[in-house]
């Protein structure tokens, strides 16, 4: 008679090997990063974080000035990092985009400035511990910072009628000359009750 021998054993050794495993595992895994600071829907990283220290610390060592606590920079460069990111998350809604064109034109100028070629531009910043694609995506934030504080600051600016003529008149009175002025960009309040031909008459 054949006898039915109870699996017990085997699931024992079963889940005495899973266990095994997931102890192993456990011990075996890697913090990678971390979340340091949440802004609205985005985040700040630790790696972040770290990689703007570095790239201060590598400043502050070649202009030769006193390094504060690191402490004190990473606190300062969080809070920056904050900023940056809610004007980006702005920026975002605000449609403003950059073209790779318009950026490779803002890293060579900075290549003729410091007289490198442009080509070897991402081989002297690796020389100077500094990552190039990192270089290169913060400039990509800084120009979209610029636009979004330039169309904050044009959508602030509100001309009246009478200043714009005060103006004209003392400017031709310093010169003595008439003188031709563009005035396209400039705002002129008008009365949000005004009539097609008023507003055409301010224009």
Do not use: W
Not at 6 to 34: C, H, I
Request: net charge negative; charged share 25%.
């Amino acid at each position: 008679m054949n006898r039915i021998q109870s699996p017990l054993p085997f699931v024992l050794a079963l889940l005495l090997t899973l266990a095994t495993g997931t102890s192993y595992a456990q011990e075996e895994s890697v913090l990678l990063d971390r979340v340091v600071a949440l802004v609205n829907d985005g985040v700040v990283l630790e790696s972040e974080l770290n990689v703007q220290v570095q790239i201060i610390k590598q400043r502050i060592l070649e202009t030769g000035q006193p390094m504060p606590p690191e402490s004190e920079l990473k606190s300062q460069l969080l809070e920056r990092l904050l900023v940056t990111r809610l004007q980006l998350q702005r920026a975002d809604r605000m449609g403003i985009r950059i073209s790779d064109e318009a950026r490779n034109n803002a890293l060579a100028s900075v290549a003729q400035r410091n007289g490198i070629p442009f080509e070897q531009l991402p081989e002297v910043m690796s020389a100077q511990g500094v990552s190039y694609p990192v270089y290169r995506e913060d400039m990509r934030e800084q120009m979209v910072i610029e636009q979004v504080r330039n169309i904050s600051v044009v959508r602030r600016i509100s001309v009246t009628e009478r200043e714009l003529e005060q103006c004209l008149t003392r400017t031709e009175q310093q010169s003595g000359v008439n003188a031709e002025y563009d005035i396209s960009h400039m705002l002129i309040s008008v009365s949000g009750t005004a009539t097609a031909d008023q507003i055409r008459a301010a224009q």
